[in-house]
T-cell receptor, first 113, second 114 residues
Framework: DAKTTQPPSMDCAEGRAANLPCNHS???????VYWYRQIHSQGPQYIIH???NNETNEMASLIITEDRKSSTLILPHATLRDTAVYYC??????????????FGQGTRLTINP | GAVVSQHPSRVICKSGTSVKIECRSL??????MFWYRQFPKQSLMLMAT?????????EQGVEKDKFLINHASLTLSTLTVTSAHPEDSSFYIC??????????FGQGTRLTVV
């Protein structure tokens, strides 16, 4: 699986949009971009994933650049409960996606009141 | 999203004893389950991958005789830490994936060996 690079930490004010970047310059054509987050002392929570088109769900939006070498996770109106470590992972998706997720160090996002 | 239940959430055991952690997929069939370990202030480290009905595949450096994994059904996998030592104290997390592409995680088990 391709490696990813994320800033180690970010701060965001409550109510503002939190934009978390991720670089994955060696991503392959069949690899998806996945985002998970881990709130302290809990298991990771799935947020969103995408291949090349931008995606949106009730939790977040995922913007993938046209060359797919980077992406941004957007939390549109951050709340204090969004404080967590956010992991960007690239891996093969679909039926072949029953493969291991390899976690990097992620971005520790702190939402400030 | 799908629900993965992990039990117990916390356990304290004495050195030399064995501890079993259960991971259940409650509303889907988990063809593959993964076990991770996480030390304080570190990221998750994959320990092993298990497919239902077959032997687990362990990551390099993980002792298969110490960390016994059983995936006997499509909804249950267990991790047994045998002859536990204080250095095995950690946060153990399972994840499960079915026929879709997302993996869903249990809530984790905090193991303390005294």
């Amino acid at each position: 699986d391709a490696k990813t690079t994320q800033p180690p930490s970010m701060d965001c004010a409550e109510g503002r949009a939190a934009n978390l970047p991720c670089n994955h310059s060696t991503i392959s054509g069949n690899e998806y971009v996945y985002w998970y987050r881990q709130i302290h002392s809990q298991g990771p929570q799935y947020i969103i994933h995408g291949l090349k088109n931008n995606e949106t769900n009730e939790m977040a939006s995922l913007i993938i650049t046209e060359d797919r070498k980077s992406s941004t996770l957007i939390l549109p109106h951050a709340t204090l409960r969004d404080t967590a470590v956010y992991y960007c992972i690239v891996r093969v998706g679909g039926i072949q996606g029953a493969q291991k997720l390899v976690f990097g160090q992620g971005t520790r996002l702190t939402i400030n009141p | 999203g799908a629900v993965v239940s992990q039990h117990p959430s916390r356990v304290i055991c004495k050195s030399g004893t064995s501890v079993k952690i259960e991971c259940r997929s409650l509303d889907f069939q988990a063809t593959t389950m993964f076990w991770y370990r996480q030390f304080p202030k570190q990221s998750l480290m994959l320990m092993a991958t298990s497919n239902e009905g077959s032997k687990a595949t362990y990551e390099q450096g993980v002792e298969k005789d110490k960390f016994l994994i059983n995936h006997a059904s499509l909804t249950l996998s267990t991790l047994t830490v045998t002859s536990a030592h204080p250095e095995d104290s950690s946060f153990y997390i399972c994840s499960a994936t079915g026929y879709g592409s997302e993996a869903f995680f249990g809530q984790g088990t905090r193991l303390t060996v005294v």
